[in-house]
């Protein structure tokens, strides 16, 4: 029989005694993480201390639980997905709803959120709207209203207003004027949207200038760049601001017949804005080349003379009135697309200051006006 020595003795009941010591902190650290997980799933569940406040959730049709739990975090409806797919379960919520979109309180707890969408009487209609290039903010508010997504007026006073400044920097960028009559045009990018009836102006606007800062201010991969860049760093690399940016390229889309069209109108207006540095004076001995002439400036807001409420037509004068004003218009005059904003940033290298269009689209350029009036009877304007 093999005898163990004192000192090993010793050893291995230091040994033990170390290991239960540890064993014991380890139960002891498990069960304290255990109860702060729990403490903080219950006050979710309860909605203990939650914020007060409304959002739109899309929840899309077949959508598991754990589906419905990550969409409720990403929107602040819930903190703990994991506690809410197991409150989900162990309460027999299998999913039993109708996709759409819901409103929700951020301060509901999850039986409520629960009750919520399983009754279909909570799904909010959905208005899916294309805003095309070339619309104004006057016709985005028409189009909003009649499809009963929000109203008219209160759109266009939050679009006069600075209330997004502080979410979006490159609106907090644009020089406030007084002349300006909406800040927000230019900046709503047309595209297809899908809103809500009865949704909030606010978060109607936030969601059309999330996506302009996805398409113009985030990097992107564009046709004929090698690397990924921004509208906004192109821009710059233009020597033009994003504002500045967004004026020409309203104005391009607001007068040009097509795409190619685009890029000699913008050589036209480019020509006559850099005849400023020179007095308005052009290359070809003639002044005033600086005052642009731009028939779509002439009404802005409206788009036309018959346009014009008739309470004010008698009297209406437009800031923004070209013929009137040297240089750009205080602000954008409507909300152009991509195409425009390529060729305001790369104008065609031409030597014209004057253009026009016939009533089928044929367009004439000219660097002079002898030509451009000749031009004119060409195209059957005179």
């Known amino acids: 029989m093999k005898l163990i020595k004192k000192?090993?003795?010793?050893?291995?009941?230091?040994?033990?005694?170390?290991?239960?010591?540890s064993w014991i902190l380890f139960l002891?650290?498990?069960?304290?993480?255990?109860?702060?997980?729990?403490?903080?799933?219950?006050?979710?569940?309860?909605?203990?201390g939650k914020s007060t406040g409304t959002v739109m959730v899309e929840i899309p049709d077949d959508a598991s639980v754990d589906a419905i739990a990550g969409i409720l975090k990403n929107n602040g409806v819930i903190s703990e997905k994991e506690f809410f797919r197991i409150y989900a379960k162990l309460t027999k919520f299998s999913g039993a709803f109708s996709g759409g979109i819901y409103e929700l309180d951020t301060n509901m707890d999850y039986q409520a959120i629960i009750n919520r969408l399983k009754n279909k009487s909570n799904i909010n209609e959905v208005a899916e709207i294309t805003f095309t290039e070339g619309m104004n903010i006057l016709d985005y508010a028409q189009l909003l209203e009649g499809n009963r997504v929000c109203k008219k007026d209160e759109f266009l006073k939050l679009c006069k207003s600075n209330k997004f400044d502080a979410d979006y920097s490159f609106i907090k960028d644009i020089e406030d004027s007084n002349d300006r009559i909406y800040k927000l045009e230019g900046y709503l990018f047309p595209d297809t949207y899908k809103f809500y009836q009865g949704e909030d102006p606010s978060d109607v606007i936030k969601k059309i200038l999330n996506n302009f800062k996805r398409k113009i201010?985030?990097?992107?991969?564009?046709?004929?760049?090698?690397?990924?860049?921004?509208?906004?760093?192109?821009?710059?690399?233009?020597?033009?601001?994003?504002d500045e940016l967004m004026n020409i390229a309203s104005l391009i889309q607001a007068e040009a017949a097509n795409k190619n069209d685009m890029y000699l109108v913008s050589s036209v207006i480019h020509n006559r804005l850099k005849t400023l540095e020179n007095r308005g004076q052009s290359?070809?001995?003639?002044?005033s080349m600086g005052i642009l002439r731009i028939d779509s400036t002439i009404y802005y807001p409206y788009k036309t003379k018959s346009s014009v409420p008739k309470n004010i037509s008698k009297t209406f004068n437009s800031n923004y009135d070209t013929y009137k004003i040297e240089g750009l218009p205080p602000g954008a005059i409507c909300n152009p697309g991509m195409d425009a904003i390529f060729a305001a940033i790369s104008p065609a290298d031409t030597e014209y200051y004057y253009y026009c269009h016939s009533s089928s689209g044929e367009a004439f350029y000219a660097k002079t006006n002898d030509t451009h009036i000749s031009n004119l009877k060409k195209a059957g304007l005179q």
């Open 283 to 287: 290359p070809f001995g003639e002044f």
């Open 217 to 242: 201010i985030n990097k992107n991969k564009f046709e004929g760049y090698s690397e990924k860049t921004s509208i906004s760093e192109l821009a710059k690399s233009a020597g033009l601001t994003l």
């Open 7 to 21: 000192e090993n003795i010793d050893k291995y009941k230091k040994n033990g005694i170390f290991f239960r010591i």
């Open 28 to 48: 002891s650290l498990i069960s304290i993480l255990l109860a702060r997980y729990i403490l903080v799933g219950i006050n979710d569940m309860l909605s203990v």
